[in-house]
């Protein structure tokens, strides 16, 4: 059973950062496709980053220059450093994973909560 555990949500002020991280288990696998997305209330779930069929990281308009994804594969955790955060970056964060890259992301977190105030 595939688990995903995120953290380090929170609160802070525009321009501050944070760093999400998302704790996999149940698999090893390095070969699965991991990614961020986020959805803001009333509003559909976004992807903020994902791998490619190449594995290249694909960064969400909103979030270029700001978002670094990346991926400890000996700890099994997938991390979304988030810098000079805005307002409209409040949303609950999730990390989803899927075996491959044609697949459904089957797999997802309980979500971050990130709010950002003005």
């Known amino acids: 059973q595939v688990r995903l555990v995120e953290s380090g949500g929170g609160s802070v002020q525009s321009g501050g950062s944070l760093r999400l991280s998302c704790a996999a288990s149940?698999?090893?696998?390095?070969?699965?496709?991991m990614a961020w997305f986020r959805q803001a209330p009333g509003k559909e779930r976004q992807g903020v980053a994902y791998?490619?069929?190449?594995?290249?990281?694909i960064y969400a308009d909103s979030g270029k220059g700001r978002f670094t994804i990346s991926r400890d594969s000996a700890k099994n955790t997938l991390y979304l450093q988030m810098l000079n955060l805005k307002p409209e970056d409040t949303a609950m964060y999730y990390c989803?994973?899927?075996?491959?890259?044609?697949?459904?992301?089957?797999?997802w977190g309980q979500g971050t909560q990130v709010t950002v105030s003005s």
């Open positions: 989803a994973a899927r075996a491959g890259y044609l697949a459904a992301y089957d797999y």
């Open positions: 791998p490619d069929h190449s594995r290249n990281t």
């Open positions: 149940g698999y090893t696998d390095s070969t699965y496709f």
